[in-house]
């Protein structure tokens, strides 16, 4: 608890009769917006209790006077405490020492600190920062060492490539019998020997197919009627992956050659630079022999912790990957379109959905587009409220959401999204509330650094 109780609870010793702590225990908890102080004051109104906020410090006081006439009454027994008390904290940073607010009802004290919203602002910031920040690149060379022409490549036909002239369905379709979330496109109207800058438009994902369907379906447009709706599904379900490709937000094609690259090309471009599938291939021809992805490197990293040990030993919180940092999360009763919805705007892959104590108990990701737009209610799946479309819908399948501690070391969380084959972990407090998600990428990220220059120009950002 980031409150540090300063003062004990003090009373006046009054001779004669029985005088004790009269304050009772302070329960101190912690909402979105203020730091709230809540203890029993029995007997006693607002106005006889004072609040004082100085520097960093909160003190509460008052005192409950005795009765005048009780020294004129016979007692068998005094159990009841009066005299002053004085209790003081330690306010945590941040506070906004402007706003503090306290109103005494039927004998409870509450006491409500408001939050500096530009600190809270502030430290999030920074905490995301240092989420984002690489290795200090003493491992470079041991990745920079490994040759993709080690990596086993897959069986013929194991290689995943979507057609451009195939419809947006029929491409979902593909990725859902592959169990894999994207692939490249391949521009039909080039030859065989055509080199791979004019060979493949692109890498189609669940998250730019998420981007489309929200942009193609929007609800204010149909109105409840259902052959508009119906017509507009059609539409959107026969729309050819070229036409997709050229107004949605897909992938780039970013190859890395199997004779010329090597290991640390893929973990900076899957790390640093966020792609989660980067194409091996074969020149001259620039045919495709393989693609690593972002779970194939953390498997990598699984198999190899003993090398990185100095790395995979540090904790989430030693990493920045620890604190509280920007999440964004859905509620179990809002409909399904929301989460859709954060996951374009906010241009991430998936959002875990809180119960009604704020806690996790699902997870909804690009993945899930697989099964939407497939189907033919395309707009009742969009409305209909997150918790049935887990319960009933999917029967829980895919959503489980993992999570760790602050204190948890890298290498357990390696291990957890290895053996889990989940792309992401939420850190989770004391309590049992998200403070961050954890993905591949930011795991990536902590074991290389990017020498300046490496890619040349080719990164403009």
Known sequence: MPFFKYDPV???????????????PVDICESDDAYIFVTDCPGLASKDVHVRVTDDL??????????????LK???????????????FRLPGGADLDHVSAVCEHGVLTVTV????EFQKKKLTLADAAAEQEGDGSLNAEFESVPMSIFPTPALGKIVIINSDMSLLDAVKVLSEFHVLSAPVRDVSQPDDAPWTDKYLGMIDMVGIVFHMLDSLKPDEVDGDFATQAAKIENFQNTTIKDAISFVRFGPFIPV?????????CMLLCGHHGFRRVPIVKTPGGDIVNIITQSALVQTLSANLKRFKGVASKTLLELGLGEQGTLFTVGVDEPLRVAFEKIKSRDISAVPVLDDEGKICGNISARDARLIVSSSKIYKLLDMPI??????????VEHSAITCKPSDKLQTIISQL????IHRIYVIDEKGCPLRVVSLRNVLKKFVQEPEGYFGHYFSY
């Open 10 to 24: 003090t009373s006046m010793q009054n001779a004669g009769h029985r005088s004790g702590p009269f304050m009772g």
């Open 58 to 71: 909160l003190q509460l006081s008052g005192e409950r006077k005795e009765d005048p006439n009780r020294s």
């Open 74 to 88: 016979h007692f068998h027994r005094m159990e009841r405490s009066f005299g002053k008390f004085c209790r003081t």
């Open 114 to 117: 408001a939050k500096d919203k």
């Open 257 to 265: 050659d199997l004779d010329r690259g090597n290991l640390l090309d």
């Open 387 to 396: 918790k049935t479309y887990l319960d009933v819908v999917t029967e829980g």
């Open 418 to 421: 290895v053996r889990s084959r």
